[in-house]
């Protein structure tokens, strides 16, 4: 569907704006015990040192539109073989606006580092992003998790690779900095 010209020419104003200032990113997370809260901070941070604007919310109580965002990043934990109810509900919820911006996609899986739970984690994400066939990645991935707290207090079990979560975000970033969809 086409806008009309004047809404056109109002939005490449806005644009126009905002990306004068730079690019903007929305790193929304939905997390039980927060290590995907802790991985979607890290996230964040990396995408500011690349030079993006960024917001962190609860995927939760991310109300607002997200068409103002160049890059949108959706973090949720894996339990059970399936994805956070909260970040499906944000897919759900911003699904307009979500078709007009560059979007990446985390989950956080297995607490064990073998190849085999590292496959089935991923395989668990992709079935949960079936369920959003209008939903095209820039950038999907799934990162070790963690042992909630008290689960094992003595020793937690963390997976969580951060060299690879910064790199992973280092290339999220690159397509974040390109223009909206």
Known sequence: MQSAPSEQHERGDQEAGRRAVGPRALVAYATKHGSTEEVARFIGDVLGRRGLRVDIVPARAARE????YDLVVVGGAI????WHRDAHRFLKNHRDELLHVHVAVFGMGPRDTT????????SQLARALTRRDWLTPVATAVFG???????RPEKLR?????????????SVALV?????L
């Open 65 to 68: 539109a997200v068409d103002g």
């Open 79 to 82: 339990y059970s073989g399936r």
């Open 115 to 122: 190849d085999e739970a590292f496959a089935r984690a991923v």
């Open 145 to 151: 998790g963690v042992d909630p707290p008290s689960r």
């Open 158 to 170: 963390d997976a969580r690779d951060w060299t690879v979560i910064e790199a992973w975000a280092t």
């Open 176 to 180: 974040g900095r390109q223009a909206p």
